[in-house]
C-alpha cells in the first residue's frame, strides 16, 4: 500500500516510521510557533497526502509530548478522509504549565492509516437488546466501584 505525500514547501519532512513494526507515521512541523498554557492552534505540516482507496488517516498525539510537556491534540483522533487533498494540520493544545515552542521540523503528531467500513443507513422503530441497554456517560461506575448510576453491574 502507498501513501502518497506532496511538499508545499521545501522544507516539509515526509511522515516517517521512526522503527520497525510502529503503528504511526511521525508528523513534524513546518513551521515555528509558540503555545501558551491553555492555547491551542492549527500547526501546518507543509504536506498533503493522499490515502491508499478505502482509508482514513487518524491524526493522534504523540505520548512524550504529553508526559513531558502536557501538549496533545484537541480533537484527537483527527480524521483525514480518503478524499482530502489539502495541507494537513495537526491541532495542538498545551495543557501544560509553561509556554510550548514548536520549531519547524519537531514531531507533533502521529499518522495511523486505517480501513474504514461502509454501511447503509436504515431507519428502524427499535433496536435489540442487550444487559447494558441505554446505559453510559459512566453507567458501569468508577474503578473499584461496583454499579453506578443505580445500575449493577
Do not use: W
Amino acid at each position: 500500500m502507498v501513501l502518497k505525500v506532496r511538499k508545499l514547501t521545501p522544507s516539509a519532512a515526509l511522515p516517517a516510521y521512526a522503527h520497525p513494526g510502529d503503528a504511526g507515521l511521525d508528523l513534524c512541523a513546518a513551521e515555528a510557533c509558540e503555545l501558551a498554557p491553555g492555547e491551542y492552534r492549527r500547526v501546518r505540516t507543509g504536506i498533503s497526502i493522499e490515502l491508499p482507496p478505502g482509508t482514513e488517516g487518524q491524526v493522534r498525539p504523540r505520548s512524550g509530548l504529553a508526559l513531558k510537556h502536557g501538549i496533545t491534540l484537541l480533537n484527537s483522533p483527527g480524521t483525514i478522509d480518503e478524499g482530502y487533498r489539502g495541507e494537513v494540520g495537526v491541532i495542538l493544545i498545551n495543557h501544560g504549565r509553561a509556554p510550548f515552542r514548536v520549531e519547524p521540523g519537531m514531531r507533533i503528531a502521529q499518522l495511523v492509516i486505517q480501513p474504514v467500513l461502509r454501511v447503509a443507513v436504515e431507519e428502524v422503530e427499535s433496536l435489540s437488546e442487550t444487559r447494558r441497554g441505554e446505559g453510559g456517560f459512566g453507567s458501569t461506575g468508577a474503578a473499584g466501584f461496583v454499579g453506578g448510576a443505580g445500575k449493577e453491574a
